[in-house]
């Protein structure tokens, strides 16, 4: 039983490393006109070292420490939307991978794919009907995600929950700023949301 913990507590270090890691390399090619060619051999190493470790989590098949380490990797991601405004493709590779895992070794190939289909259509119609502005596509390929681990009606309760948390925090954002700041991150509330599902579950 500890070791099956320690290979856990491995795991979710390594992609919460591998997320923060993957962020610094894309955010570096992006705004500070680094090739990616410099960086490509970072990415590769940690992605296919995640792909490797990802393999020991076959054991326990706990879903609350799966919400767990979406939540954690949710929060770097969250951290650099705010940051930068962005959602690169590269620092969603951790939690994809995790997702391909999970979906796997839990034998839930089905409600994984539902999960996707429902959580794709419905935020990309969010995403179109807002131009945008609501719901990004970063913010789009996350929830799909979130939607392969936890399913469709978890995936829905959480699109809900993170609507109606970032309504809270743009209003609050608006008001603070008078109406000057015109776009708001949406991973800090797709967090929350995660965050609160977590503690429902305790509760």
Same mark, same amino acid.
């Given at each position: ?13 390594? $992609? $919460?490393?591998?997320?923060? $890691? ?5 955010? &570096?090619?992006? @705004?500070?006109?680094?090739?990616? &060619?410099?960086? #490509? ?7 296919? &070292?995640?792909?490797?470790?990802? %393999? ?11 919400? =767990?380490? %979406?939540?954690? +990797? ?14 690169? #493709? ?11 895992? #999970?979906? =796997? ?15 794709? =259509? ?12 609501? +719901? ?8 799909? +995600?979130?939607?392969?681990? /936890? ?21 609050? /954002?608006?008001?603070?700023? #008078? ?6 991150? @949406? ?5 929350? &949301?995660?965050?609160?599902?977590? $503690?429902?579950? @305790?509760?």
């Amino acid at each position: 039983m500890i070791g099956i913990w320690a290979i856990e507590l491995v795991l979710a270090a390594l $992609l $919460l490393t591998s997320t923060e $890691l993957l962020a610094r390399v894309a955010s &570096s090619a992006r @705004f500070r006109s680094v090739p990616m &060619s410099a960086t #490509n051999g970072v990415a590769s190493l940690s992605t296919w &070292s995640l792909l490797s470790l990802s %393999v020991f989590w076959l054991a326990r098949q706990d879903h609350l420490l799966s919400v =767990f380490i %979406v939540f954690v +990797i949710l929060c770097v991601l969250a951290r650099w939307d705010i940051r930068t405004g962005h959602i690169f #493709n590269l620092s969603i590779i951790p939690l994809s991978v995790f997702g391909i895992a #999970n979906t =796997f070794y839990a034998d839930a190939l089905s409600k994984a794919c539902l999960g996707m289909l429902v959580m794709g =259509f419905c935020t990309l119609a969010i995403h179109v009907i807002g131009a945008g502005k609501c +719901i990004g596509l970063g913010d789009v390929k996350v929830l799909v +995600i979130i939607g392969a681990i /936890v399913g469709p009606a978890g995936g829905i309760y959480i699109l809900i929950d993170a609507l109606v948390i970032g309504a809270a925090i743009g209003t609050a /954002v608006l008001l603070r700023t #008078n109406f000057r700041r015109t776009t708001i991150p @949406f991973m800090p509330a797709i967090a929350l &949301s995660v965050g609160s599902s977590l $503690l429902a579950r @305790f509760w």
